[in-house]
């Protein structure tokens, strides 16, 4: 019996070549449908019918902002600081009321009835964007900081708890199932069983909704909620872009601060999460 050459053991090692109908898993299929909207949408949207110079139009509004108008760092500062303050009480409460939500829309943890009534509410709140929430509280409020703030929290629920569901239902319930067959209560089961491994994401995800939530504050003063939205609203009216660009430049510059700030937050909770973490640490 003659041996097998090493070209036939090579041709014969190889897999057999999957069908392409057979590679068309739910990601594929996804991604393929977006790529086909992404092509439909782009043959549907149509520019401005004149012959209009887009940079140098852009070019000649853009040379009103410079030199920033800095007399008005002052009050600038003033209505910075209440913008601030708006965003950490919206994304204190929002983080106290969407742990409940979200453990109520955690399909590992909350019955089936309470995760579709929860996820249904999450889906309303999110449906409504935030300078709405903030024309809603303005009506019901007044114009007001407090406004604000309410229009922020019910705005940031919306996705902090879809966020905080999501976080609970990546957690292993092994532990949590087994300190329940120990004779552990649910809280307790919670506490040691599944928050954590939950409390990187929770940190993390409540970290981003500050950072938005600063952001947003200086939009919503446009209808009246407090903050810079005001000071925006009133320059964008009186064409005064140098005040504009004074205003823009505060917010980059708390924005950036609290990035770097929140960087090294996440980078020292991943590390404390971290299974491999030195004992040192």
Not at 186 to 193: D, E, H, I, N, S
Request: charged content about 15%; some cysteine.
């Amino acid at each position: 019996m003659s041996p097998e050459s090493p070209n036939s053991r090579k041709a014969d090692s190889r897999l057999p070549e999957t069908p392409w109908y057979q590679r068309l898993n739910l990601l594929n299929t996804t991604l393929l449908i977006f790529l086909l909207a992404v092509v439909f949408s782009g043959t549907q949207i149509e520019g401005n019918e004149r012959d209009l110079d887009v940079w140098q139009n852009l070019g000649r509004f853009l040379a009103d902002f410079f030199p920033p108008d800095l007399s008005v760092v002052g009050q600038t500062g003033a209505a910075l600081l209440e913008t601030v303050e708006i965003a950490i009480l919206a994304t204190f409460f929002a983080i106290g009321l969407s742990l409940v939500i979200g453990l109520g829309a955690a399909q590992t943890i909350a019955p089936k009835w309470l995760v579709v009534t929860m996820r249904m509410l999450l889906n309303v709140i999110r449906t409504i964007p935030s300078l709405i929430w903030a024309v809603i509280a303005v009506a019901a409020m007044g114009a007001n900081a407090l406004a604000g703030v309410v229009a922020l929290t019910l705005y940031s629920i919306g996705y902090l708890g879809k966020f905080f569901s999501e976080a609970f239902e990546s957690v292993d319930m092994k532990v949590a199932r087994s300190l329940r067959g120990i004779g552990a209560d649910p809280l307790q089961a919670f506490q040691y069983g599944i928050w954590p491994h939950a409390k990187p994401l929770i940190w993390s995800h409540s970290i981003w909704m500050l950072e938005y939530n600063i952001r947003s504050a200086s939009i919503i003063g446009y209808v009246g909620a407090g903050g810079l939205g005001l000071q925006l609203h009133a320059y964008q009216e009186f064409h005064q872009w140098d005040r504009f660009a004074t205003v823009l430049i505060c917010i980059l510059c708390v924005v950036t601060l609290l990035d770097l700030l929140s960087e090294r937050i996440r980078r020292r909770i991943t590390r404390r999460g971290s299974p491999n973490r030195p004992i040192s640490e």
